[in-house]
């Protein structure tokens, strides 16, 4: 096992250890603020078995997944392409940017009632928050992206007589690729937090839903599995995208590192 | 057929009235076949006479034209290497090569056989499935050359292919060059800073003035060449200590100094 591994266990064991110690055997903080490990356990079983907010654990994170992955696919289906048009038309950029200005500083958050009064509580509200939050990155560091090519890479390419299609998947899209990458990693993030106060706002499934209603509850061990769960939910998505980035890449890091 | 023809060419780069004058009044012709380097002070524009011929640049005033046709945009038709490579990372040495013949849509077994052919004259045919970033400057450079010449194009333009190599690897480009234009001789246009290497490349050598950039003289070393027969020296250091090539290097040295001077002057 490589050190770095080796460190993270230890620091991970380290402070499951200390939340036992302060919690359960010295009781300094109360179970009401924040829950011991015992009593967060008992919540994981509570959700898993019996249910809660309407619907047990697997249930809420298949929700949560489903339209997280939704929103997010879709984000990257409109953003890659306006982006790539951005980049490389200026005349698209010129049409288009003035809206992204007034746009952009408005949080993708501030948007959940307009959706809500627009498509209800259902999946269709949250999938379009989370494409509206997902979409700014994508097409931003696309954008970037395809501005950041080698100007005589793209006179090379045109120097070849590159076909349009064939410019576009040989030429920008692998040489925008690592800026979309970017973008992409931004996006997933934005897709998750959106997703998680778009459901705390209202929803009838969901690891959002958990969370608000363990709140009103006041049930801390609840509210505990809950953020566990939206953070290793996270994680895995982002570990997901990253093996993709590898795989897509291989030519950019082993590039990297031969330039040193 | 593959003739370069600059007739009365300007360039200014922004407006007419508060523009920078790059080139003025450039008139070269440069026949089938033939090598035509082009040397001169930097930002005299030179790079700009080659990207006009490219299709990158549009001339301001006058017509650069090939075989009589006015140049309006890039084509595989006139094959560019640049200094800094640009090559596609993305893609091996093969896919590198094979792109341009793709895009002319030559059937696959033909391309196989012609990239073939060049990886075993350019002896890259062992780098075929690596990145560019696996190889060295000079490997890197030899690509792009090859994936130029398997176009069969009429004209090749060499933007200071060698600008971005050391010395030594410098001189071993130069001598396959030589070996590759001899053996497959196409319309080149070569530009230099390095007045050895126009010498021992090319047939005419066009030497610039400073900015505005205009044609000041051109020499024809390919009677030289042959009259002194240096292509029997396979080494470039044995045909540089020849007595007819350090006369004309000093000559287009002196050249250049004059333009140094005034520029200072």
Same mark, same amino acid.
Request: aromatic residues 8%; contains cysteine.
């Given at each position: 096992m490589p050190r770095r591994v080796t460190i993270g266990f230890a620091t991970i064991f380290t402070v499951l250890v200390l939340w036992l110690m302060l919690s359960t055997v010295l009781a300094v903080i109360p179970s009401g603020r924040f829950p011991s490990p015992a009593e967060t356990w008992s919540a994981l079983v509570h959700v898993s078995g019996r249910g809660y907010g309407g619907g047990d654990l697997m249930m809420h994170v298949y929700n949560s997944l489903r339209l997280v992955v939704m929103g997010f696919l879709f984000a990257i289906f409109t953003g890659v392409p306006l982006g790539l048009l951005m980049g490389w038309s200026r005349r698209a950029e010129a049409l288009i940017n003035?809206?992204?200005l007034i746009i952009r500083p408005i949080p993708p958050l501030a948007w959940i009632p307009l959706a809500i009064l627009w498509l209800g509580l259902g999946d269709a509200a949250k999938i379009m928050v989370i494409w509206?939050? =997902?979409f700014v990155p994508s097409v931003i560091n696309t954008y970037a992206g395809v501005r950041n090519i080698d100007r005589p890479m793209l006179e090379a390419a045109y120097m070849l007589g590159m076909p349009r299609l064939r410019f576009v998947s040989e030429v920008l899209i692998p040489g925008a690729s690592p800026m979309i990458f970017t973008g992409l990693r931004l996006s997933l993030q934005a897709s998750w937090t959106t997703l998680v106060a778009a459901e705390l706002v209202g929803?009838?499934?969901g690891i959002g839903r958990v969370l608000n209603v363990a709140q009103q509850d006041l049930y801390p061990g609840m509210i505990l599995v809950g953020m566990i769960a939206v953070a290793i939910l996270g994680w895995g998505t982002t570990? =997901?995208?990253g093996v993709v980035e590898a795989r897509a890449l291989r030519w950019n890091t082993a590039a990297l590192a031969a330039k040193g | 057929m593959g003739v370069i023809e600059f007739k009365n060419v300007g360039k200014i780069?922004?407006?007419?009235?508060s523009g920078f004058v790059a080139l003025e009044d450039i008139n070269l012709e440069i026949r089938d076949k033939e090598f035509v380097a082009i040397v001169g002070p930097s930002g005299c524009g030179k790079?700009?006479?080659?990207r006009m011929v490219a299709g990158f640049e549009p001339a301001t005033d006058g017509v650069v034209s090939v075989d009589g046709n006015p140049i309006k945009r890039p084509g595989p038709d006139r094959a560019v290497v640049f200094q800094q490579f640009a090559l596609f990372p993305w893609k091996t040495v093969y896919e590198n090569i094979d792109l341009g013949l793709r895009n002319l849509n030559v059937s696959r077994p033909e391309r196989r056989e012609r990239i073939d052919a060049i990886l075993t004259l350019m002896n890259l045919t062992a780098y075929a499935k690596h990145f560019p970033h696996q190889l060295s400057g000079g490997m890197q450079q030899r690509v792009a050359i090859a994936r130029a010449y398997v176009l069969d194009p009429d004209v090749l333009l060499?933007?200071?292919p060698f600008g971005a190599l050391d010395a030594q690897t410098r001189v071993v480009m130069q001598e396959e060059l030589v070996r590759l234009a001899r053996k497959n001789p196409r319309s080149v246009l070569f530009?230099?800073?390095?007045?050895e290497e126009a010498v021992y490349l090319a047939d005419r050598v066009a030497i610039m003035t400073r900015a505005p950039g205009r044609i000041k003289e051109v020499l024809d070393v390919a009677s030289i060449r042959n009259a002194e027969n240096w292509d029997s020296h396979e080494k470039i250091e044995d045909v540089m200590d020849l007595e007819s090539f350090v006369h004309l290097r000093t000559h287009i040295w002196r050249s250049l100094r004059e333009e140094k001077a005034a520029q200072h002057a």
């Amino acid at each position: 096992m490589p050190r770095r591994v080796t460190i993270g266990f230890a620091t991970i064991f380290t402070v499951l250890v200390l939340w036992l110690m302060l919690s359960t055997v010295l009781a300094v903080i109360p179970s009401g603020r924040f829950p011991s490990p015992a009593e967060t356990w008992s919540a994981l079983v509570h959700v898993s078995g019996r249910g809660y907010g309407g619907g047990d654990l697997m249930m809420h994170v298949y929700n949560s997944l489903r339209l997280v992955v939704m929103g997010f696919l879709f984000a990257i289906f409109t953003g890659v392409p306006l982006g790539l048009l951005m980049g490389w038309s200026r005349r698209a950029e010129a049409l288009i940017n003035p809206i992204f200005l007034i746009i952009r500083p408005i949080p993708p958050l501030a948007w959940i009632p307009l959706a809500i009064l627009w498509l209800g509580l259902g999946d269709a509200a949250k999938i379009m928050v989370i494409w509206f939050s =997902a979409f700014v990155p994508s097409v931003i560091n696309t954008y970037a992206g395809v501005r950041n090519i080698d100007r005589p890479m793209l006179e090379a390419a045109y120097m070849l007589g590159m076909p349009r299609l064939r410019f576009v998947s040989e030429v920008l899209i692998p040489g925008a690729s690592p800026m979309i990458f970017t973008g992409l990693r931004l996006s997933l993030q934005a897709s998750w937090t959106t997703l998680v106060a778009a459901e705390l706002v209202g929803a009838f499934y969901g690891i959002g839903r958990v969370l608000n209603v363990a709140q009103q509850d006041l049930y801390p061990g609840m509210i505990l599995v809950g953020m566990i769960a939206v953070a290793i939910l996270g994680w895995g998505t982002t570990r =997901a995208l990253g093996v993709v980035e590898a795989r897509a890449l291989r030519w950019n890091t082993a590039a990297l590192a031969a330039k040193g | 057929m593959g003739v370069i023809e600059f007739k009365n060419v300007g360039k200014i780069f922004g407006s007419r009235a508060s523009g920078f004058v790059a080139l003025e009044d450039i008139n070269l012709e440069i026949r089938d076949k033939e090598f035509v380097a082009i040397v001169g002070p930097s930002g005299c524009g030179k790079t700009t006479c080659l990207r006009m011929v490219a299709g990158f640049e549009p001339a301001t005033d006058g017509v650069v034209s090939v075989d009589g046709n006015p140049i309006k945009r890039p084509g595989p038709d006139r094959a560019v290497v640049f200094q800094q490579f640009a090559l596609f990372p993305w893609k091996t040495v093969y896919e590198n090569i094979d792109l341009g013949l793709r895009n002319l849509n030559v059937s696959r077994p033909e391309r196989r056989e012609r990239i073939d052919a060049i990886l075993t004259l350019m002896n890259l045919t062992a780098y075929a499935k690596h990145f560019p970033h696996q190889l060295s400057g000079g490997m890197q450079q030899r690509v792009a050359i090859a994936r130029a010449y398997v176009l069969d194009p009429d004209v090749l333009l060499m933007d200071e292919p060698f600008g971005a190599l050391d010395a030594q690897t410098r001189v071993v480009m130069q001598e396959e060059l030589v070996r590759l234009a001899r053996k497959n001789p196409r319309s080149v246009l070569f530009i230099t800073h390095a007045v050895e290497e126009a010498v021992y490349l090319a047939d005419r050598v066009a030497i610039m003035t400073r900015a505005p950039g205009r044609i000041k003289e051109v020499l024809d070393v390919a009677s030289i060449r042959n009259a002194e027969n240096w292509d029997s020296h396979e080494k470039i250091e044995d045909v540089m200590d020849l007595e007819s090539f350090v006369h004309l290097r000093t000559h287009i040295w002196r050249s250049l100094r004059e333009e140094k001077a005034a520029q200072h002057a």
